[in-house]
């Protein structure tokens, strides 16, 4: 499809366990972003590429959470050791060059953990 | 600390009227801001966006006002609709863009 792309859209973990979510951006968007929506909040920011590299990783919240972008395309969010709070909405954004432009959204992916 | 705030949770409007969503910041860096509206299970889709060289921009039925000196800023539906109802977000992000501040969102409720 035309837009992002994001899977699984659902994933039930246990506490402990490692968890990887995948975000395909729309083609060409060289800047990717990874937000987090916990319930009743606003999107929080975790992670903007732009290419290949991290340009800004200062909203990761513990060494737990990791992400990569290897071919400056697909994204994968790792979360290790899982805790009952990292249960959220994990939305990535895709956006053609960065800077001051709109984001576009994928469905989220939505994590519990038990 | 929270830089974007909706102070609103929850709007409820008779089709027809006038919609206002309201937003405040406290970062004066933040230069650029977008209005995002979102329906249950979906991710946020962009709606409207305003630079601080503004007052004022206009899409339709939607414009977005931005004052400076009050670090405000508003979304006005005109006339709203049933398929307005759903839950917007403003965001403001500074000039390098690398992230973007977003509200806790309004949920907006359209009458028939």
Same mark, same amino acid.
């Given at each position: ?30 800047? +990717?972003?990874?937000? *987090?929506?916990?319930? $009743?909040?606003?999107?929080?920011? @975790? ?5 290949? #590299?991290? =340009? ?20 994968? +969010?790792?979360?290790? *050791?899982?805790?009952? $709070?990292?249960?959220?909405?994990? @939305? ?5 060059? #960065?800077? =001051? ?14 | ?112």
């Amino acid at each position: 499809g035309a837009g992002v792309s994001q899977t699984p859209s659902n994933k039930v973990t246990e506490k402990g366990k490692y968890v990887e979510l995948r975000c395909d951006p729309i083609s060409g968007h060289t800047a +990717l972003y990874w937000y *987090r929506q916990s319930l $009743g909040q606003g999107p929080e920011f @975790l992670i903007y590429f732009q290419g290949t #590299g991290a =340009a800004d990783d200062s909203g990761l919240p513990n060494d737990r959470f990791f992400a990569v972008r290897p071919e400056g395309s697909v994204s994968t +969010l790792k979360i290790q *050791r899982t805790e009952r $709070g990292d249960s959220a909405v994990y @939305l990535c954004a895709s956006s053609f060059s #960065g800077g =001051a432009g709109e984001l576009f959204f994928g469905e989220g992916s939505r994590l519990t953990v038990l | 600390d929270q830089q974007v705030k909706q102070n609103s949770p929850s709007l409820s409007v008779q089709e027809g009227r006038i919609s206002i969503l309201n937003c405040d910041y406290t970062n004066s860096m933040f230069d650029y801001f977008l209005w995002y509206k979102k329906y249950p299970a979906e991710g946020p889709t962009f709606l409207i966006s305003i630079s601080s060289i503004k007052d004022k921009n206009e899409d339709g039925r939607f414009t977005v006002f931005l004052n400076k000196s009050a670090k405000h800023l508003s979304l006005h539906i005109v006339p709203s609709q049933p398929g307005d109802s759903a839950v917007y977000f403003c965001a403001a992000s500074g000039r390098t863009g690398n992230q973007f501040y977003f509200g806790t969102g309004t949920s907006l409720t359209v009458i028939p």
